[in-house]
C-alpha cells in the first residue's frame, strides 16, 4: 500500500525558530565545503542531482527565519519545489507549474495543462483532486522543463514547458500501452537520462485494480515513448517512491520496486533492487530472501528509492526498516555486502555526504556511516516522523512531516541546531536549498527560509 496521506498539525503559518548552540563534533563529518553567501548551484531535478544526493556545498545558517511565502496557488503540492535561474518551479495536483521568483516570492508564470481528476472518479486513492503529483525535471541545457500531469479524461501526459515563459512546447501521451491509467498514479520523480525522460509508475493508495510497476523512457523531443520496461510481477510492483529513479555516471539505471498483491510461483521482481541499462533491458537485480512475506505484510522494500554511493555501491531501505548495502555493478538474488536493522519503518528519499547517509525513518532521522563494505549508525535524531532529508554544508535539514516542524542537525554529531515551525506539509515533502535560503512545500504555497 502507497501512504500519500496528507499531514494535518494545525500549526500556525508563522515560522518560529528555535536555536541550539552547537555541540563537539563526536564523529567524522562529511567531505563537502561551506561557502559562505554563495550564490547557490542549481537545483533542477528531485534532491539536486541524477544520483538524488541531496546535497549542496552551502546553505543558509540553522536559524532561519521567513522571508516570504508565495501567493496561495492551486492545489496541493506533493512535488518538491526545483531551482533553476532564479526561478522556483512548483507543480500542484491542480495541474498547474508555476514559475516564482526566488528573490521575491512572485509569481512569474504560470501554465494549466488542464484539468485534473476527482477522487472520487477513482477506484481507490487519497489524493483529491490528482493532477501533477510526481516532481519534474528541468533540462538546464535546452532550458524545457518536462512534467507529467494527470488530466481528464483521466491519462498521463508528458509536457515540456518554456523554463523563461511557461508555454507548453510539447505534449504527449505517457501512459504505458495497455495500462489503465485510473489505477496507476505516477508518484516517483522524472529524471533526464541523455536525450530521454524517464517516467515511473506505479498504483493508487489501497492497491486497487490490475496495476504494475513500469518505467517509461520517452524523447525530449515530443516524439512520445521509446521504450517501456514492466515488472514482471503478476500484479502491483510499483515504482512509486519519491525520488524516481537513480542514475549512474554511466546512464544506466537504478529503481526499487514495491509489493506484488498477486502470487507468483517464481522470483517476480517485486520488493527487488533493478538494474536498467538507457534502453530499459534489466542487467541485474537484488531481491531479499524474505520477499513473500514482504508482500503478504504489504511492507514495501520500494518505499525508499535506491542511494548510490561510490564504486556504483547501492544502499536500499524499506519499510521494513532494513538496511542493505549492494554491489551495483553484480546484483545477483539475495546477495548483500552488509545488512542490518537500521530503524522501524523508512519511506521517501536519503541524502548522502560522503561517508554519511542520511535515512528518514517514522522514528526519526538516522545518520550512518558508510565504509566499503559495511555501515553503523553514527547518531540518531529524537524521534519523529522524518521527511526525506538534504544537505547544505554542513548542516542536514529534513521535516517532521507529523507536525509541520523543519529541523536542522549538524550532520557530523546530530546535534540539533534549530527547529522551525512551517505549517501543513503534505507526505514525503522535502526542502530544496539554493545559497543561504532553503525552499519548502507548504500544501498551496511556497515558503523561502534564510538564516
Not at 82 to 97: F, P
Not at 124 to 133: F, L, M, R, Y
Not at 296 to 315: H, I, M, Q, T, W
Not at 332 to 357: D, R
Amino acid at each position: 500500500m502507497i501512504a500519500l496521506a496528507a499531514c494535518s498539525s494545525g500549526k500556525s503559518p508563522r515560522a518560529r525558530s528555535t536555536t541550539t548552540s552547537h555541540a563537539t563534533p563526536t564523529s567524522t563529518g562529511p567531505t563537502i565545503t561551506t561557502r559562505a553567501n554563495a550564490a547557490g548551484d542549481p537545483w533542477p531535478t528531485y534532491h539536486r542531482d541524477p544520483a538524488r544526493t541531496g546535497r549542496t556545498a552551502a546553505g543558509p545558517a540553522p536559524a532561519i527565519r521567513r522571508v516570504w511565502s508565495s501567493p496561495q496557488l492551486d492545489g496541493a503540492i506533493y512535488a518538491e519545489p526545483l531551482a533553476v535561474e532564479g526561478l522556483i518551479i512548483a507543480a500542484t495536483e491542480g495541474d498547474s507549474v508555476y514559475a516564482i521568483a526566488a528573490d521575491t516570492g512572485t509569481i512569474r508564470w504560470q501554465a494549466r495543462l488542464g484539468a485534473p481528476i476527482a477522487g472520487n472518479s477513482l477506484p481507490c486513492g487519497n489524493i483529491d483532486p490528482s493532477g501533477i503529483t510526481s516532481t519534474p525535471v528541468v533540462d538546464t541545457a535546452r532550458r524545457l522543463v518536462f512534467v507529467v500531469a494527470f488530466v481528464q479524461p483521466a491519462h498521463h501526459e508528458l509536457v515540456a514547458l518554456d523554463l523563461s515563459t511557461g508555454t507548453v512546447r510539447w505534449r504527449t501521451p505517457i501512459d504505458p500501452p495497455g495500462a489503465d491509467p485510473k489505477v496507476h498514479q505516477q508518484r516517483a520523480a522524472l529524471a533526464l537520462d541523455g536525450d530521454e525522460v524517464l517516467v515511473p509508475f506505479g498504483g493508487l493508495f489501497g492497491d486497487c485494480g490490475g496495476y504494475h510497476g513500469y518505467l517509461v523512457a520517452a524523447g525530449v523531443d515530443g516524439g512520445g515513448i521509446r521504450a517501456t520496461y514492466q515488472v514482471p510481477a503478476p500484479q502491483a510492483a510499483a515504482i512509486w517512491a519519491p525520488p524516481g529513479p537513480v542514475i549512474a555516471s554511466d546512464g544506466d539505471i537504478f529503481v526499487a520496486t514495491g509489493n506484488a498483491t498477486r502470487r507468483a510461483g517464481v522470483t517476480d521482481l517485486s520488493n527487488s533492487v533493478l538494474r536498467l541499462t538507457r534502453q530499459l533491458q534489466l542487467v541485474g537485480s537484488f531481491t531479499p530472501a524474505n520477499r513473500q512475506a514482504l508482500s503478504d505484510a504489504d511492507v514495501d522494500l520500494g518505499s525508499v528509492s535506491p542511494a548510490l554511493l561510490e564504486g556504483n555501491r547501492l544502499f536500499q531501505i524499506g519499510k521494513e526498516g532494513v538496511g542493505y548495502l549492494l554491489d551495483g555493478d553484480h546484483l545477483a538474488g539475495s546477495t548483500t555486502l552488509h545488512q542490518e536493522k537500521v530503524c522501524t519503518s523508512a519511506y521517501g528519499g536519503t541524502a548522502y555526504a560522503s561517508p554519511l547517509l542520511f535515512v528518514p525513518c517514522r522514528s526519526g532521522l538516522v545518520a550512518l556511516r558508510m565504509t566499503t563494505t559495511g555501515f553503523s549508525v553514527a547518531w540518531r535524531s529524537p524521534g519523529f516522523n522524518a521527511g526525506p532529508p538534504v544537505v547544505g554544508g554542513t548542516t542536514v535539514w529534513t521535516l517532521d512531516l507529523g507536525s509541520g516542524a523543519l529541523y536542522a542537525f549538524d550532520a557530523a554529531s546530530g546535534a540539533q541546531q534549530s527547529r522551525t515551525d512551517v505549517g501543513d506539509v503534505e507526505h514525503f515533502t522535502t526542502p530544496t536549498i539554493v545559497g543561504n535560503r532553503i525552499f519548502v512545500a507548504t500544501q498551496h504555497r511556497i515558503d523561502a527560509f534564510a538564516g
